[in-house]
């Protein structure tokens, strides 16, 4: 695949009147941001100082800086998942403490099962094994799933090749390639429009493995598919409605799942995630068969646990994931949307009787319903300071699900919020259930608005949270990326009482205090503080407003401590 001409002219201009087919002589750094010009990359996003922004740039691809590297690799995440992939993000930070303070955000990442390239530029060849120096190659090892070092100028188009191709195949996660700084400066003559861009592969099953799927959910007395963000991935959703359809059979996300499947759908049970609606438990303890798809299957504190007594298939990229923290009747590695495809032509290529289960979808709306009807006095309480579900619930009035992009933060704004929202559209909601660091939604806001301008997009967070990245909210008004942030402040560690209560006692150590509206404005963005139920949906409209003309903004509530939540109550 030859480059485009524009990019052929624009490394003409760069280098002089020699032919883009010929070698050229370039720096690393240019024929690094060339083959990213190649890629179709937008934006490459970090902090800096990295010699790969000024030969971006030089190229038309404008750097994303913002205020901590942590945060620059949760806007690459949140860039990366509102793509669902399917466009390259691109991180770069100085090497030393630049790659240093990135390391949160790639551990979130590779938790997340999110497909980046992070570039951290590095110590000048020699000096990079030399303590104290951080040699990214060597740290980040166990948090991606390939990470190596450039060591001759020489040998960087075939490892951006391999990187790239890495990000795109197989199991999603943060892929590394370090770049010392005085190997960006040496020149090599070959030129980013010879770059072959890898193409994703997309595995498929064998007919044998489909046919033994598709009869041990048709065996099944009550299967059920609990679907992983694999589907999202693979831009599975149609297809997962098809064959819940077909075979009426209820389906359950995980929370990088969510959205997958849409939450107003008839066979929709909802997110089976720490907190969870009372369709997720009935119909997981009658199940017997659990189709496990595009899901790695983690255990986690904030992912509901399957029951030893079900039998379990799993469909998954990554053959790693099989049998890794559950016991599997049949493993298959491939892709959710062709496997789901395979599944639905089996079963009309040799016409198989399907069974009946018109009470699935009858039940399902009526626990629906109850679980509703149960929850609704604390969804709409009037108490003061207000209660955070009163907050949720305006939030979910406020926001039109069709054109907006949802997130929450880790702890008590998760577990209250996921249960209740409905997520109608694929990746309109992104989720994380896994490793949940404080702080991370902020970012992956500014990224998914970045990745989908015309989005309204939304972020639940908690005072601690915001507390953690407070001043990468100016990354959102500088960069133009106005995000909507809904701030819960209740002055306390929510829930953390409970894991220090001789500390909370004697010392107070999980109170908090401060006022947030004001650094909003004082950050260049739109600030309001709510403190009475009936104001709490106008001030989210006006909100709204202000991030439609172009601002972003901050609500800060008032609220109590809650400790109840759906499903642990």
Request: hydrophobic share 40%; proline share 7%.
């Amino acid at each position: 695949m030859k480059g485009s001409p524009e990019m052929a002219d624009t490394l003409q201009t760069q280098t002089g009147n020699v032919s883009a087919c010929e070698p050229q002589s370039l720096s690393g750094a240019e024929y690094i941001a060339g083959v990213l010009k190649q890629e179709g990359v937008k934006q490459i996003i970090g902090f800096p100082a990295s010699e790969l922004f000024d030969a971006s740039a030089a190229l038309d691809i404008p750097p994303l800086i913002a205020r901590t590297q942590r945060v620059a690799v949760n806007i690459a995440e949140g860039y990366a998942r509102a793509t669902s992939g399917k466009e390259l993000a691109v991180v770069t930070v100085q090497y030393g403490p630049g790659a240093e303070s990135a390391f949160a955000g790639i551990a979130q990442a590779f938790n997340d099962r999110v497909p980046m390239l992070f570039l951290p530029t590095g110590y000048p060849r020699g000096s990079e094994a030399v303590s104290p120096n951080f040699e990214s190659r060597r740290n980040f090892s166990h948090i991606t799933k390939w990470c190596e070092t450039a060591t001759q100028v020489e040998d960087l188009p075939k490892l951006m090749h391999a990187a790239i191709s890495r990000v795109r195949n197989g199991r999603p996660a943060p892929v590394l390639l370090e770049l010392p700084v005085d190997l960006l400066a040496d020149k090599l003559d070959s030129s980013p429009v010879r770059h072959l861009r890898p193409r994703r592969s997309i595995p498929q099953a064998d007919d044998g493995e489909v046919a033994e799927l598709v009869g041990r959910l048709l065996a099944a007395k009550n299967p059920i598919v609990f679907a992983g963000q694999g589907v999202l991935a693979a831009g599975a959703s149609a297809e997962l409605v098809q064959f819940a359809e077909l075979l009426d059979i209820p389906v359950m996300t995980t929370p990088n799942g969510k959205s997958g499947f849409p939450e107003d759908h008839p066979l929709a049970l909802g997110t089976a995630g720490r907190a969870r609606p009372t369709t997720v438990d009935h119909f997981l303890e009658k199940a017997d068969v659990v189709l496990a798809l595009g899901t790695s299957l983690t255990r986690s504190y904030y992912i509901l646990p399957l029951g030893e007594d079900k039998v379990i298939v799993q469909v998954t990229l990554d053959d790693a994931d099989l049998g890794k923290d559950y016991p599997i009747a049949q493993g298959v590695v491939g892709d959710a949307r062709s496997v789901l495809k395979q599944m639905i032509a089996h079963i009309a290529d040799n016409q198989l009787s399907l069974a009946e289960r018109p009470q699935v979808a009858r039940t399902i709306a009526e626990l629906r319903a109850g679980f509703i009807a149960k929850w609704m006095p604390l969804l709409t309480s009037d108490s003061e300071p207000i209660s955070p579900y009163r907050v949720v619930w305006e939030i979910i009035q406020a926001v039109d699900p069709k054109t907006s992009i949802v997130t929450h933060d880790a702890g008590n704004p998760r577990d209250q919020f996921c249960p209740f929202y409905t997520a109608s559209v694929p990746g309109s909601y992104l989720g994380w259930g896994k490793t949940t660091q404080l702080g991370s939604g902020l970012g992956f806001a500014i990224g998914a608005k970045l990745a989908r301008p015309e989005a309204t997009v939304v972020n639940l967070m908690g005072e601690a949270a915001f507390g953690m990245v407070a001043i990468d909210f100016e990354t959102a008004v500088r960069c133009k990326l106005p995000v909507l942030t809904v701030l819960l402040r209740n002055d306390v560690l929510g829930g953390y009482a409970r894991s220090m209560p001789i500390a909370t006692r004697k010392y107070g150590a999980n109170r908090m205090s401060g006022s947030y509206a004001p650094i909003a404005e004082a950050l260049g963005g739109c600030g309001e503080c709510v403190t009475q139920s009936g104001e709490v949906r106008p001030a989210l409209l006006r909100g709204l407003e202000r991030v439609a003309e172009g601002q972003a903004a901050l609500i800060e509530v008032v609220t109590h401590e809650e400790p109840r939540l759906a499903g642990l109550w």
